[in-house]
């Protein structure tokens, strides 16, 4: 079993949709958790990150972490084209602990 | 001027050969690191080198050798290329190990493909 469990999708949502995209994982040790930003033949890139549990939002974009539920949300409010991507989640116990990445969600945003 | 880079983009060769991947970072960091991309997106740790110490080595084949000749680079050199190899490689680089407030850099990858 990976540690960290993401639905692959592919989603396709037309523009302005809510996007949810979520991961699940086993490790109860998990504190800090990141949803990272693929573009097609791109590296990964931070988008936003959550300490324990708890919302954090960023413009569009709302993070979500339910530690008792070992489940991570990501929303996108409004989502434009720009969004389309494959958004990786990520965690990690703390510094000094490695980064656990899911599969990837690939988004596409119809205009 | 790229963060993080890494040479070649692109690598088409033939089962059984040798090649390399060579990354810089020019953030200063402490840390880099090799990642595999599958084609399903699965990213996995390699290699995480600290100061040009190997501090991560994950259950990868002993034909991949990374090398740190200094805290600004890490190559990837892999022998005896298998059909099972051909992924994306990922370079990425952080301030400190594992570090969470911070975050990871990655360079834009190198698509190797084995035939």
């Known amino acids: 079993q990976k540690e960290v469990e993401q639905d692959p999708g592919p989603l396709s949502v037309p523009e302005g949709a809510i996007v949810s995209l979520n991961c699940t994982y086993s490790?109860?040790?998990?504190?800090?958790f990141m949803w990272y930003r693929q573009y097609s033949r791109k590296g990964p890139e931070l988008l936003m990150y959550?300490?324990?549990?708890g919302n954090k939002e960023d413009g569009r974009f709302t993070a979500q972490v339910d530690k008792s539920s070992k489940y991570i949300s990501l929303f996108i409010r409004d989502s434009q084209p720009s969004d389309s991507a494959t958004y990786l989640c990520?965690?990690?116990?703390?510094?000094?602990?490695?980064?656990?990445f899911g599969t990837g969600t690939s988004l596409t945003v119809i205009p | 001027d790229t963060a993080v880079s890494q040479t070649p983009k692109y690598l088409v060769t033939q089962m059984g050969n040798d090649k390399s991947i060579k990354c810089e970072q020019n953030?200063?960091?402490?840390?880099m690191y090799w990642y595999k991309q599958d084609s399903k997106k699965f990213l996995k740790i390699m290699f995480s080198?600290?100061?040009?110490?190997?501090?991560i080595n994950e259950t990868v084949p002993n034909r991949f050798s990374p090398k740190s000749p200094d805290k600004a680079h890490l190559n990837l050199h892999i022998n005896s290329l298998e059909l099972g190899d051909s992924a994306v490689y990922f370079c990425?680089?952080?301030?400190?190990?594992?570090?969470?407030?911070?975050?990871?850099?990655f360079g834009e990858g190198s698509r190797l493909t084995v035939l």
């Open positions: 990425a680089s952080s301030q400190l190990f594992g570090q969470v407030a911070g975050e990871l850099f």
């Open positions: 490790n109860s040790a998990f504190q800090y």
């Open positions: 959550t300490y324990s549990s």
């Open positions: 990520a965690m990690s116990a703390g510094v000094g602990n490695q980064f656990y």
């Open positions: 953030l200063g960091h402490d840390t």
């Open positions: 080198y600290n100061n040009k110490e190997l501090i």
